[in-house]
């Protein structure tokens, strides 16, 4: 959802105006800020709780963004907080909601045109996962990675042949270069990520957390676009995926056809 008729102008300014959002993902775009906005976001209507992150445009200008604690404000994003720009944001949810308050800053020069602009994406989770920190970098069970292989954005089955770890971005770059494409919602995915890249490479993306290290042979790559960036949330050996698949395909628990 693109909620890009936000403004400021309407608004008083110490006036606290709220939006309450259902989206898995979306962008917020405020122009002109002041008071301040309180998004509450919620996953859909399952009221199951879920790991949010956004990443603000490059051009945000003129507020601050907080997490609604129990009893005080948590500060999200500043421009002047030092981190890179482009860093993901994170938060988890509370009884299946968070809400995000988007404070205009107080310039006293009268009202510029700024725009708060950034997007969210919403990641359901159970409530065990909730409680560890590294959720996100365990392997996939069995079942996970038959669910995957059918609804993943990207399926691919390749080779690693650069990894970087990017600390200011709190993420691991991994290039890869493709032997196969099972799926590829994104076009863009399979396009070279700069002219130093071959035709056959991508680049895919890890938390810098999940202390990602180089191996040698063929994997299944299986993630999902996030904010822009394809984030890889399965990676098992192809061995190890064969073995996977030939035991669904025996016992008939296959979701979709596993080619």
């Given at each position: ?81 030092g981190k890179h720009p482009d860093l993901f944001r994170c938060f988890t949810s509370n009884l299946g909601k968070v809400a995000l308050y988007v404070e205009a800053e107080q ?57 970087r770890h990017q600390n200011a971005l709190q993420r691991s770059e991994l290039e890869v270069r493709i032997t196969r494409a099972y799926r590829k919602n994104d076009t863009s ?71």
């Open positions: 959802m693109d909620f890009s008729g936000l403004s400021g102008l309407l608004q008083e300014e110490r006036e606290v105006q709220s939006v309450y959002l259902r989206c898995g993902q979306g962008r917020i775009q405020w122009q002109y800020p002041r008071g301040a906005l309180r998004l509450v976001l919620r996953h859909g209507f399952s009221g199951r709780d879920f790991f949010g992150c956004l990443r603000t445009d490059a051009r945000f200008s003129g507020a601050n963004i907080y997490v609604e604690g129990r009893r005080k404000l948590h500060i999200l994003f500043t421009k002047t907080d310039t006293g020069n009268g009202l510029h045109k700024e725009v708060a602009s950034f997007s969210y994406d919403l990641q359901p989770a159970s409530s065990r996962s909730l409680r560890s920190e590294f959720q996100e970098c365990r392997p996939c069970t069995e079942d996970e990675l038959l669910q995957k292989f059918c609804t993943s954005d990207f399926v691919i089955q390749g080779t690693v042949d650069t990894l995915l399979l396009v070279p990520k700069s002219t130093q890249l071959e035709p056959d490479h991508i680049v895919l993306y890890r938390p810098l957390k999940c202390g990602t290290q180089a191996a040698t042979g063929s994997f299944l790559f299986l993630g999902r676009w996030i904010l822009g960036i394809p984030v890889i949330q399965c990676a098992p050996r192809i061995t190890e995926w064969q073995k996977v698949r030939r035991k669904a395909i025996l016992h008939g628990k296959h979701q979709c056809q596993l080619n």
